[in-house]
């Protein structure tokens, strides 16, 4: 009767040691998935930058903006220099209180709370 509970003891602990393995593979998983998609929005965003400059092609913007939009992936309508990582400028500064938006040169994109692509900005 001990051996028996010591031996279902056992497999359970084994169990459970194959439980925790699965669920690190599932965020593991789950990682990669996000990441694929984040990538994945960032190459629609920046083949939509280079459709701005042409004035052809309507049709594709539209459906890719479609596609952007099943995905919930919005462009952020103000640019704010104080809310951390919306903006960046080229070179890379630290902003401060009293700088203002001068010029935008990329749209910023976000998904729910995450960023997606800042803006890239000039500053006063």
Do not use: W
């Not at 004035?55 to 099943?70: M, S, T």
């Not at 103000?78 to 935008?104: A, D, H």
Request: hydrophobic share 40%.
């Amino acid at each position: 009767m001990i051996e028996e509970i010591y031996n279902l003891r056992k497999k359970n602990i084994k169990l459970l040691e194959e439980l925790a393995d699965i669920k690190k593979e599932l965020h593991s998983f789950q990682d990669y998935s996000k990441e694929a998609f984040h990538t994945f929005y960032l190459e629609i965003i920046n083949i939509l930058d280079l459709l701005e400059k042409s004035n052809n092609n309507d049709a594709v913007k539209i459906a890719l903006e479609k596609v952007l939009e099943i995905h919930q992936v919005k462009k952020i309508a103000i640019p704010s220099l104080m809310v951390s990582g919306m903006c960046e400028t080229n070179p890379p500064t630290e902003f401060t209180y009293k700088q203002k938006v001068k010029k935008v040169l990329k749209t910023g994109y976000m998904k729910e709370e995450e960023i997606i692509r800042p803006f890239l900005v000039e500053v006063e």
